[in-house]
């Protein structure tokens, strides 16, 4: 598969150019001056490239020959007293299969022999390196991104089956946690449970920080902390996933810690659960993302004016972007080797400089073989709302008593993954989402 990848990379390159690219992998890193290792992750690219999950190591693609080379660390006896074994040259050209393989220390005697027109490389960085090899090497830090990016956003199936394997696992512990949560517990027991079910599925690395958030610190965006006892009457919005072989899964949902959704927690969620069903509703080849995000926002601010929360008409509010006070970030994002992963904006599209939307981490047409998260939200953070409510034009369209009344609610979120197809869509995301299903689940 990863052979695959290189074969799609090579065939954007002019086929008789003397180029190559080059890219580090990853190195250990550790806590600042100790010898505590965080656990390894490979660098997306490099991963996608070759499949080597290991420290320290390089490649040189050969565009006109359309060879791979391959660089591993020469390692001495002392590291196998420490890491187990020194892996030999021919244990990596087993494993690995490159064209050519080499320490990585013979780079410069590489690349002088390959005597490239252009270096490729992914970041200044990376291109500064090979310069301070040999000042003589022509680098080039644009065509490189443009041409990864372009191949990882659409996705091979291999990739599309590893990410189904990330959300098979996802579905289960998330259905784990639903049944397990009760008033009492803290958020960090939700995260263990949840952990515990990717790990015993052979899930080792989280893809991000998991937010699992009772309460009021649901209006936090980026709550990590997960440190807060849950109460009784709490909404909990869990937002978490794990990599499989990579390929991340990213979902949110919102549940009663007690099992039973209140009738203003019911109509705020309801409103959510309606801006999600029509973007669902929608997705399909040559939609664009900004106008799924503005339908999305849109059909929560009818939910809020049927609640009476917000007042007017709701062309002036989207018009006002009264509909970002309340929901303040991207409708959703691409997913693969990274959870915000690359291919969100085409070369030339600016972000949209209006508030919320200006957030949105993917703006153009979707095309099948691409994956993305839908997660429209609906929350109330104090530092939003209280100016708002303190300027006329804004404040117009808010029913202040209720608005006041809801500043320690928190927030709502749900989000799934998506595969664009060539119908439409392909919903990843198997765990409920209606409040009656997500009611009968949790009374077990
Ligand atoms: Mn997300």
């Not at 070759?50 to 359309?66: M, W, Y």
């Not at 005697?109 to 310069?131: G, H, M, R, S, W």
């Not at 047409?365 to 209280?386: D, H, R, S, W």
Request: one cysteine or more; glycine letters at 8%.
């Amino acid at each position: 598969m990863h052979n695959q990848h290189r074969e799609k990379l090579f065939s954007l390159f002019d086929d008789n150019q003397n180029g190559v690219v080059f890219i580090q992998g990853a190195e250990t890193m550790y806590r600042y001056a100790t010898d505590y290792e965080f656990p390894f992750r490979q660098e997306s690219n490099f991963w996608y490239l070759t499949g080597v999950n290991e420290a320290e190591c390089s490649l040189v693609l050969d565009l006109k020959k359309e060879e791979y080379h391959l660089f591993v660390p020469e390692r001495d006896a002392q590291y196998a007293v420490w890491h187990g074994y020194v892996k030999t040259k021919e244990q990596y050209q087993e494993e690995y299969q490159p064209d050519h393989l080499h320490y990585r220390n013979d780079i410069l005697k590489v690349l002088n022999e390959l005597k490239p027109e252009t270096v490729y490389c992914i970041d200044d960085e990376q291109a500064e390196f090979v310069e301070d090899l040999n000042r003589g090497f022509n680098v080039e830090t644009e065509a490189l991104v443009d041409a990864l990016t372009y191949c990882r956003a659409l996705k091979t199936d291999w990739e599309l089956d590893q990410l189904r394997e990330a959300c098979r696992v996802n579905d289960l512990a998330y259905l784990e946690v639903m049944k397990s949560i009760k008033p009492g517990m803290y958020e960090y027991e939700m995260k263990a449970i949840f952990n515990k079910v990717q790990i015993e599925n052979g899930l080792m690395q989280d893809a991000y920080n998991g937010i699992f958030a009772s309460g009021v610190n649901a209006s936090i965006l980026h709550y990590v902390v997960n440190n807060s006892r849950i109460k009784e009457g709490d909404l909990f919005l869990m937002d978490s996933g794990f990599e499989c072989n990579g390929y991340a899964s990213d979902y949110t949902r919102t549940f009663p810690a007690n099992g039973k959704y209140n009738d203003v927690q019911k109509g705020i969620y309801n409103s959510v659960l309606a801006g999600m069903d029509k973007v669902l509703d929608s997705i399909k080849p040559g939609v664009k993302m900004e106008d799924l995000h503005l339908l999305a926002a849109r059909t929560m601010m009818e939910g809020l004016k049927d609640m009476g929360i917000v007042k007017g008409n709701v062309d002036d509010m989207m018009e006002e972007n009264i509909f970002a006070l309340f929901f303040p970030h991207g409708l959703g994002h691409f997913l693969g080797l990274d959870t915000h992963d690359v291919g969100g904006y085409p070369k030339g599209v600016d972000r949209i400089d209006r508030p919320g939307i200006k957030f949105l981490r993917a703006r153009r047409e979707l095309l099948p073989g691409m994956v993305i998260t839908i997660e429209p939200g609906i929350y109330f953070v104090p530092a939003v709302l209280n100016p708002a409510m303190a300027d006329p034009e804004k404040n117009q369209f808010l029913n202040t008593e209720k608005v006041e009344s809801l500043l320690g609610f928190g927030g709502v979120r749900i989000e799934d993954d998506i595969i664009v197809t060539e119908n439409g869509l392909e919903n990843m995301t198997n765990v409920p989402k209606k409040v009656d299903e997500i009611e009968a689940l949790m009374k077990g």
